[in-house]
């Protein structure tokens, strides 16, 4: 492959969005330079110039060359990037993959939503009332498993009152109507649960899930650890120096004001001084797809840390999920799954996907038991500069046996398996699939529409 990146990148994406048959490239960039944000004016000429060094980037590939098609496919990619966060996912279920993109500072996040012409569109505007002002790592996946892809973002907001008060929070008034005024989204400084509508919306519920404050977060994964059937969600956090530290901040001031023109080494001398606080990863355990409960203390997961990413696997190979973590200034944690595992039933899938695309990626798995659908989708990079095991982890309950599973390939190809038995690892391949036929929908007007994902496959009779 010929491909030549200029950039300091923060991610790098790979997905089949225009459906070529080629693996394309997203490329998330945090820009180097500070924000001119206090100039709307300015911020806003620079919001409308590309900037091909810095900017996000889309590259089509095309037999194995990458060629940058930013400006032609509707994306922003101007110099005020500060991506930190990128999820690839079909969002609206209309079988093409669209990207969430969180970014840093006061710049907005984007929704991007695929036109299937090889253009996006930014809908957040229009979608989502308000979203996280520091947006970390993202992650996308069906929380309250009415097979509609949900979207969770991180953010600085500390748990307990000392912190919130110890710590500047640079989320006020006159900030908050600049970045109106300067073209931007409503922002507030906490994690926030976008839930899918189904309908082109969102309602944001983080406070209501109780997850909306985790301090200063990076990589957020939503998957099933204990098998129960709704996906449980873990945060990595922490920062080496708390340089928000408002007795610090006063301390630097009167330091600045008795050295005057400050030397390499008064720099040293001040970052030495600067606090440090160790903090502890969140893991939170999903009740009932909307309502989570802390239980970082039970999963024995409080581990003094200051953690970036994170990933999950079965490592052991015995049904349930690990987690590696990465540190800073210390050894990676692994952390093995002891949970009971006569409990809860598990299914793993396997994607074995056609020419290119090896791997499957974009492909969407829906599994439906006990009146229930859980869907995941193959797109490995999730949280924060991490990928996660590429095979697809189903928990099932108390269930042992899935009534059915499809299998939508990202080329259009769909294949439905009936009675697959729990506890156990299946391969599905592209090849044994076919091109689905498409037929009108008939008009429904009693109440509303059915959605897709409430009709379950029926048993063909023999």
């Given amino acids: 492959m010929a491909l030549i990146v200029p950039h300091i990148a923060t991610k790098v994406i790979f997905s089949d969005y225009d459906k070529d048959g080629d693996l394309d490239m997203l490329l998330l960039n945090h820009s180097p330079k500070s ?54 996912s079909d969002i609206n279920d209309d079988g093409w993959l669209d990207f969430y993109v969180s970014n840093d500072y006061t710049i907005p996040d984007y929704l991007y939503i695929n036109n299937k012409d090889g253009t996006f569109s930014d809908e957040l505007g229009k979608q989502m009332g308000h979203t996280s002002h520091f947006s970390m790592g993202n992650n996308i996946a069906d929380v309250n498993n009415d097979g509609l892809q949900d979207i969770y973002t991180l953010d600085m907001l500390p748990e ?29 400084m906490r994690n926030m649960l976008q839930l899918n509508n189904g309908n082109n919306s969102f309602s944001e519920v983080g406070q209501l899930s109780g997850t909306s404050n985790t301090d200063w977060s990076w990589a957020p994964l939503l998957a099933d650890f204990n098998n129960d059937g709704f996906k449980d969600l873990f945060i990595t956090n922490g ?123 974009g492909s969407k798995v829906s599994v439906y038991s006990n009146g229930l659908v859980q869907v995941l989708e193959q797109i490995p990079n999730r949280g924060y500069l991490s990928t996660v095991s590429q095979v697809l982890h189903f928990g099932i309950g108390d269930s042992t046996t899935i009534d059915s599973l499809i299998v939508r390939w990202n080329s259009g190809k769909v294949e439905t398996q009936y009675d697959v038995k729990g506890n156990s690892t299946i391969l599905l391949n592209e090849a044994d699939a076919e091109i689905q036929k498409t037929s009108k929908r008939k008009t429904v007007n009693f109440f509303r529409k059915p959605q897709a994902w409430l009709i379950t496959p029926t048993k063909p009779q023999t």
């Fill in 160 to 188: 307990d009152n000392r912190r919130q008060k110890l710590l500047l929070s640079p989320d006020n008034y006159e900030k908050f109507d600049l970045n109106l005024r300067s073209g931007f989204h409503h922002q507030y």
């Fill in 239 to 361: 920062y080496y120096r708390d340089y928000t530290n408002l007795d610090f901040i006063n301390y630097m001031e009167d330091f600045v004001q008795s050295k005057g023109r400050l030397k390499r080494q008064d720099v040293l001398e001040l970052i030495e001084q600067m606090p440090s606080s160790d903090l502890t990863n969140y893991y939170f355990s999903n009740n009932n797809g909307i309502s989570f409960t802390n239980n970082t203390k039970n999963a024995g997961i409080l581990h003094p840390s200051n953690s970036n990413g994170a990933s999950y696997a079965d490592l052991d190979n015995d049904g349930d999920l690990e987690l590696i973590v990465n540190n800073i200034n210390k050894t990676a944690f692994v952390y093995e799954n002891i949970s009971e595992k006569t409990e809860n039933t598990f299914l793993r899938v396997k994607l074995k996907g056609e020419d290119k695309n090896t791997q499957g990626i």
């Fill in 35 to 88: 924000l001119p944000v206090l100039n709307e004016s300015l911020t806003k000429e620079i919001l409308k110039k590309d900037d091909p060094l810095q900017g996000l980037r889309v590259y089509r590939q095309d037999n194995g060359i990458f060629k940058d098609v930013t400006l032609t496919s509707g994306v922003n990619g101007s110099g005020l990037s500060y991506g930190l966060g990128i999820g690839i």
